[in-house]
C-alpha cells in the first residue's frame, strides 16, 4: 500500500519569497507522483507529474518538482510566489499508469502582501 | 473543449434517504474515478473504472455506496441511507490514455 505524507499543513510566505512545500511518500513498488493546486471554491488542477525520466520536473505557473527516490521525496518548490498561488496544494501517489490516487492531506499555503 | 462535469452542485438531504451523484467525463476518456473530500479524511478514492474491466472498489466505505458507468460514459454514485458522516464533497474525475486526471467541480453533499 502506498501513503503519503504532507509535511506542513500551513505554509504563510510574503509576495516574491520562495516557497518550498514537502511531501514524503512511502511505498514498497515504484510509484508515480503528482502535485495538484485546488483554489478556494474550485476543483483540483494538476500542477505537474513525474512518471519516469528526469526527476526534475517542471509545471504550470512557474512550479518545479523533484523527485528524489531515495529520500522517498517530492517536494514543490517555486522561486518567487505571488498572491494568486494562494490556494491548497495536494501531493498525490499512484501505484499503477493511470490507477487510483493516493492524497496527502493537503498544505495551505497563503502569500501575502 | 467541455471538462468534466458534476451534477448537482450542492445537495442537502435528509438522514436515512438516498441520493444519486452524477458525473459526465470528458469525451473519449476510457477512466472515471470517484472521489471524497472532508475535513476529517482529507481526499479519499472511492472507485475507479477503466474501460470494460471490473471497477476498482475497493475504496467505497460501506455497502452503502455503489457506483455505476452506463455506456463507458456517464457514472453514478449512488449512497443509499445516508448518514450524517457521509457529507462530504464527491469528486469525479476522468483520464485518457496520458494519465492525467482531469478533476469535475465536485457535488457537496450535506447529511441532516
Known amino acids: 500500500a502506498q501513503s503519503v505524507t504532507q509535511l506542513d499543513s500551513q505554509v504563510p510566505v510574503f509576495e516574491e519569497a520562495p516557497v518550498e512545500l514537502r511531501c514524503n511518500y512511502s511505498?514498497?513498488?515504484?510509484?508515480?507522483l503528482f502535485w495538484y493546486v485546488q483554489y478556494p471554491n474550485q476543483g483540483l488542477q494538476l500542477l505537474l507529474k513525474?512518471?519516469?525520466?528526469?526527476?526534475l520536473v517542471k509545471g504550470i505557473n512557474g512550479f518545479e518538482a523533484e523527485f528524489n527516490k531515495s529520500q522517498t521525496s517530492f517536494h514543490l518548490r517555486k522561486p518567487s510566489v505571488h498572491i494568486s498561488d494562494t490556494a491548497e496544494y495536494f501531493c498525490a501517489v499512484s501505484a499503477t499508469k493511470g490507477g487510483k490516487l493516493i492524497f496527502g492531506q493537503g498544505t495551505e499555503l497563503s502569500v501575502k502582501p | 473543449g467541455a471538462g468534466v462535469s458534476q451534477s448537482p452542485s450542492n445537495k442537502v438531504t435528509e438522514k436515512g434517504k438516498d441520493v444519486e451523484l452524477r458525473c459526465d467525463p470528458i469525451?473519449?476518456?476510457?477512466?472515471l474515478y470517484w472521489y471524497r473530500q472532508s475535513l476529517g479524511q482529507g481526499l479519499e478514492f472511492l472507485i475507479y473504472?477503466?474501460?470494460?474491466?471490473?471497477?476498482?472498489k475497493s475504496g467505497l466505505p460501506s455497502d452503502r455506496f455503489s457506483a455505476e458507468r452506463t455506456g463507458g460514459s456517464v457514472s453514478t454514485l449512488t449512497i443509499q441511507r445516508t448518514q450524517q458522516e457521509d457529507s462530504a464533497v464527491y469528486l469525479c474525475?476522468?483520464?485518457?490514455?496520458?494519465?492525467?486526471?482531469?478533476f469535475g467541480p465536485g457535488t457537496r453533499l450535506t447529511v441532516t
Open positions: 469525451s473519449g476518456h476510457t477512466a
Open positions: 511505498s514498497s513498488v515504484s510509484v508515480y
Open positions: 513525474y512518471l519516469s525520466g528526469s526527476t
Open positions: 473504472f477503466q474501460g470494460n474491466s471490473a471497477p476498482d
Open positions: 474525475a476522468s483520464s485518457s490514455q496520458a494519465y492525467e486526471q482531469y
